[in-house]
Every structure is written in structure tokens, then in C-alpha cells.
């Protein structure tokens, strides 16, 4: 292994994901995400990652559909989750949670109007 696997890079990856406990339903969610085009599914003992492109969309109708239950909400996703990287939109009709890998994107999608970025102090590399 190399230092360079280490090293910290502030660049953007565009990606946006989450991370969920390996449980009867993160495994399942797991399956479903695994079917859709540009999602990555990595599998670990106690937990799996799901990686997506600019936008990762989970749709709760779909998951509680695939489960056979008869409702999935936003809260009962987030339980299955323990973290995630990008920003998180949660939608309650129809009930979804969207990640985006860019914060502009989500700002945009909610018709939210960011602040204009102030030049700040540089930060050492």
C-alpha cells in the first residue's frame, strides 16, 4: 500500500452515497439499488454501501413494494442508514430521499437560492 491511498483531496468526487446496516431490509434495498444503472452496491459482514452518480434516488414505494410490506417511509430509510455523503433531500409525496453529489444541485431542485461564496482564507493543503 502506498501513502497516496491516504492522502486528503478536497476535490469533488461527484458522487453522493449512503451507507446501511447490513439488516433484512438494508439487504434488501441493497438488491433493489443493485439493479439500477450507475449504482455500485459493495457488501460488507455488518453493512453495505450504496454509490450512485450526481443523484442517487430512492424511491419508498418501490423499497416497500420489493419488501412486501405495505409502507416504506423516509424515516423508516433513515433508520437503515447510518450515514451518507452528498446532500440528502427527503420527500414526503410522493415519498422519496434523493442524495445529490452536488449541493448546488439540491439547492436548485428545492428552489432554494444559495448565498453568494465569499473569498475566505485559504487552507493549507
Known sequence: MSEDQYKFDRTSSDRAGVTMSASIEGNAIGDLMSEKEGVEVTKYPAMLRIDGGKI???DMNEI???LGEEEFTTYDFEIETSTHYGRMVRLDDP???IVFANPE?????????????????????
Request: aromatic letters at 14%; charged letters at 35%; zero cysteines.
Open 95 to 97: 415519498p422519496k430521499v
Open 105 to 125: 444541485d439540491a439547492a436548485e431542485y428545492l428552489g432554494f437560492d444559495l448565498p453568494e461564496e465569499e473569498e475566505g482564507p485559504t487552507l493549507p493543503a
Open 64 to 66: 416497500a413494494e420489493y
Open 56 to 58: 442517487l434516488e430512492f
